[in-house]
């Protein structure tokens, strides 16, 4: 019970705290990693820890089926998805993106798991028909908001925190700081609120990699713009858990959020993200995302290159999954292209 709430309980955790041994001996510090990419159904990833609240809160309400929305290829989505097929409801996707031409990566798992994909012209209208249709087909349907953000969801991130905490206590790093991405801001806000409530020596550093304001090049507006977002999500966040926020005392300046790594759009291909896709795959065979973690350890990497981080200190990398996304066609083709050199036909 968290907060008045129950999950169930579909992961096996702990997940992994990782020392990168290689990555610390050449960047100077000590790199951790928080193996949530490991969490055990579909692929794994962040969005796990969330749905393992909203399943229990679906099951409560006698919910018959699971609809969310995102981009044609989120990951939410997908492991949505996942935990509707395993626990026996029903699910459906709702995505305002265009039909991309293929079936692949996240969308190819959607359908390997019976989960239909919806591609409509405006989301508010498109979503409200996706719901209607099914339950006039006798559904009842819970709605999971976009990336799980809800209070609900940032409880599987509350959660997270605790437990990372206690294992970089036993680890002797009680001191790190985290870097953790920041997309529909439910893990970030989550682990803000679980380090606070545990009363933790962690430090939360989010890399923001959607821009939340209209320009989507401009630094400062986009820090800004997601400062309130986040600050209007930790608002409800208290509206919604009432006395249990009383320990937490989170105001704007706990908020440690970095937007410089956006690079202009949400999940676009990046060459200096795909340089450390191939640095850390190279030094560890863990294995990054272009849309999200892999521009959280660009930060982490670029930042320690700099000495932005002193020689020395501990630093955890939260690798909150995505594997899917190397194989959507944006970025399959760039990659394809940059590691061609690597096939050898017909040379012996
Ligand atoms: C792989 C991955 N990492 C990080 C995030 C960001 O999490 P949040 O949306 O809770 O900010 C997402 C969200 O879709 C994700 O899919």
């Known amino acids: 019970m968290l ?4 999950k169930v309980e579909i992961l ?15 960047l100077g510090i000590n790199v951790y990693c928080k193996r949530d990419d490991l969490t055990n159904l579909a692929t794994g990833g962040n969005k796990l820890r969330k749905l393992e609240y909203f399943l229990k809160d679906a099951q409560d309400k006698g919910a018959t089926m699971l609809i969310t929305e995102g981009g044609a290829q989120t990951n939410h989505g997908r492991l949505t998805a996942a935990v509707a097929a395993k626990y026996g409801l029903k699910c459906a996707i709702v995505t305002a993106d265009e039909f991309p031409g293929e079936i692949s990566a996240n969308l190819l798992l959607d359908g390997m798991l019976g989960c ?14 996706v719901i209607d249709k099914y339950t006039s087909e006798g559904e009842k349907v819970y709605y999971v908001p976009m990336g ?9 991130y509350v959660e997270c925190a605790m437990e990372l905490d206690k294992q970089a206590r036993e680890m002797g790093i009680g001191d790190a700081s985290i870097y953790v991405t920041v997309g ?10 679980g380090l606070k409530e545990c009363k ?8 923001n990699v959607l821009p939340y304001s209209d320009d989507a090049a401009d630094e400062e507006a986009n820090t800004a713009a997601l400062l309130e977002a986040l600050c209007e999500y930790y608002k409800k966040a208290c509206d919604f858990f009432g006395s249990y926020s009383d320990n937490w005392g989170i105001t704007a300046d706990d908020f440690d959020i970095v937007t410089h ?14 340089d450390v896709m191939y640095y850390l795959a190279r030094k560890e065979a863990i294995i990054i995302d272009p849309c999200y973690t892999g521009k959280t350890f660009e ?3 670029d930042k320690a290159r700099k000495g932005d981080i002193e020689k020395g200190s501990n630093v955890i990398f939260m690798h909150t999954g995505g594997l899917p996304g190397i194989y959507t066609k944006h970025h399959r083709v760039e990659l394809e292209r940059e590691l061609m050199p690597f096939m050898h036909a017909d040379e012996f």
């Open 116 to 129: 239909p994909v919806y591609f409509v012209k405006d989301m508010e209208t498109g979503r409200q028909a």
């Open 184 to 193: 529909s801001m439910g893990t970030y806000l989550g682990m803000l609120v």
């Open 3 to 6: 907060f008045g709430h129950d």
């Open 299 to 301: 930060a982490l990497y």
């Open 12 to 26: 096996h955790l702990p997940t992994p705290l990782e020392h990168l041994a290689n990555v610390s001996d050449d």
């Open 200 to 207: 933790s020596d962690l430090k939360l550093v989010g890399i």
């Open 261 to 274: 790594y956006i690079h202009g759009a949400y999940n676009n291909a990046v060459e200096e993200v795909r």
């Open 148 to 156: 799980g953000s809800n209070e609900i969801g940032m409880l599987g």
